[in-house]
């Protein structure tokens, strides 16, 4: 256990429902990051925060796509109009000021959009 | 952009064997840091390995071991002795280092290798 939770850890939604995710951190981390993996691939990078900052947003995060992390604690992740395409794991890393090369995931919140 | 590439989408060992998964990446930076991350059946992805791109020495931890060559852009993982816990999906990743202007400390990811351990 990394000390990160995530929840849920599954959903499954309708095409065009709003969904929403949650990340719990190790608390003392000032760093968060959501990544999506699909099936077959590697993680990819969306978006971090520092403290309530969000500082970088990739561009694989659409419009539909929104995260908040209010008074640097928790974040969630929303998506809106979910559609088919979708479908994936999401996953929540943090990382600390001491141990900064070093990202600690949490379980991911896999997502099935039918 | 930085890609990494792991040319073995899937790997099998006997208990107690050896095994190599290959890494290479690409990147024109000359800082940077390398991982494996080790990802059980349902399970969180852990760290296994890290590996600085300034530091000639390779690194290891217990039964875990990295060929770095820095002019090859490669970066092996070894495990000996391999064991049950052992299968799991191993990611390669790259992460840019502050001195060269990576101050997100975000990863690049690999596709992963999926290695079962056979009794």
């Known amino acids: 256990d990394t000390g990160v939770s995530q929840n849920p850890r599954h959903k499954i939604t309708k095409r065009g429902q709003n969904v929403t995710f949650r990340c719990d951190p190790i608390?003392?981390?000032?760093?968060l990051y959501w990544y999506r993996q699909t099936l077959g691939q590697g993680p990819e990078f969306l978006t971090y925060f520092q403290n309530e900052a969000q500082l970088e947003k990739s561009r694989l995060l659409s419009d539909r796509f929104s995260a908040e992390r209010p008074k640097g604690s928790f974040s969630t992740l929303e998506i809106q109009r979910t559609e088919q395409g979708d479908s994936a794991m999401y996953l929540c890393a943090t990382r600390g000021l001491t141990t900064q090369e070093t990202q600690y995931f949490g379980p991911g919140t896999r997502l099935l959009v039918l | 952009a930085q890609t990494v590439t792991q040319s073995q989408p899937e790997m099998s060992v006997q208990e107690a064997e050896t095994v190599t998964l290959s890494c290479t990446y690409d990147t024109s930076e000359n800082n940077y840091y390398l991982f494996w991350y080790k990802q059980p059946p349902s399970r969180q992805m852990i760290l296994v390995i890290r590996q600085e791109a300034y530091k000639q020495q390779n690194a290891t931890e217990n039964r875990f071991s990295v060929n770095f060559q820095k002019a090859a852009k490669s970066f092996s993982l070894k495990i000996s002795d391999s064991q049950l816990g052992d299968t799991a999906m191993y990611f390669c990743a790259f992460m840019k280092h502050v001195y060269s202007g990576g101050s997100n400390y975000k990863l690049t990811f690999g596709k992963g290798t999926l290695l079962t351990v056979n009794p």
């Open positions: 608390s003392e981390h000032n760093r």
